[in-house]
């Protein structure tokens, strides 16, 4: 069964620095695979994915994410962090076990942005 | 265009109590899927639907049922409602059900007392 692990359920960052959120995944087949942000009393809204050609990607708010098969990682970057990005982000992977497409998450991260 | 909608936002129920959760999915989207959500935890697959056939079910009991109407609509129903069923119940539509990205509605808030 396809799985997903988010190191570090909280994260905390000031503004400006470096935001990395970590995910690895385990998948018996080439994976499809996402970051959501949900902010308080929200739903879910994609931040990126990644299906098949270029490792890295490019998503909304200035986040990207790496596809790294070798380490099965898929971890979460912004170069610079904003209040605004204070929210829990989880990652997803497509797992099509018994014919049909459902997302597994993870137990998510959530960031904390300081002044 | 209008995105996910799901109704009610926030609804509070009685143990064994029965409950009906709506979503209205992105127009020309023909595939629904239902999620739970509890508090601290990632959202846990519940139900899909495409073109108003059950396509896959996670592991809920059976007091959890859910349809598809013609315009493509869903319902969710859970019934005999166990406090273990307080949590954030989320709609996701995609054009088909298949491995690109589900939109999400803002989620119906369940609280049962």
């Known amino acids: 069964a396809q799985s997903v692990t988010q190191l570090g359920s909280h994260v905390s960052v000031s503004e400006g620095a470096l935001v990395l959120l970590r995910c690895n995944y385990s998948?018996?087949?080439?994976?499809?695979l996402f970051w959501y942000v949900q902010y308080p009393n929200q739903g879910l809204q994609l931040l990126l994915k990644?299906?098949?050609?270029?490792?890295l990607v490019k998503g909304i708010n200035g986040f990207e994410a790496e596809f790294k098969k070798s380490e099965t990682s898929f971890h979460l970057t912004k170069p610079s962090a904003h209040m605004s990005d204070a929210a829990e982000y989880f990652c997803?992977?497509?797992?099509?076990?018994?014919?049909?497409?459902?997302?597994?998450f993870g137990a998510g991260t959530r960031l904390a942005v300081h002044p | 265009d209008a995105g996910v909608t799901q109704s009610p936002t926030h609804l509070i129920k009685t143990r064994g109590q029965h409950v009906t959760l709506r979503c209205s999915p992105i127009?020309?989207?023909?595939?629904v899927s239902w999620y739970q959500q509890v508090l601290g935890q990632g959202p846990q697959f519940i139900f899909q639907?495409?073109?108003?056939?059950?396509?896959g079910r996670g592991n809920f009991p059976d007091r959890f049922s859910a349809r598809q109407f013609p315009n493509y609509s869903s319902e969710l129903n859970v019934n005999a409602l166990l406090l273990g069923d307080s949590a954030l119940y989320l709609c996701?539509?995609?054009?088909?059900?298949?491995?690109?990205?589900?939109?999400f509605g803002q989620g119906t808030r369940l609280t049962v007392v």
């Open positions: 639907y495409y073109e108003k056939e059950e396509r």
């Open positions: 996701a539509s995609s054009i088909t059900g298949g491995r690109t990205e589900a939109f």
């Open positions: 998948s018996s087949v080439p994976p499809y």
């Open positions: 990644y299906t098949t050609g270029a490792t």
């Open positions: 997803a992977v497509s797992d099509r076990a018994g014919g049909y497409n459902k997302l597994i």
């Open positions: 127009s020309g989207h023909k595939s």
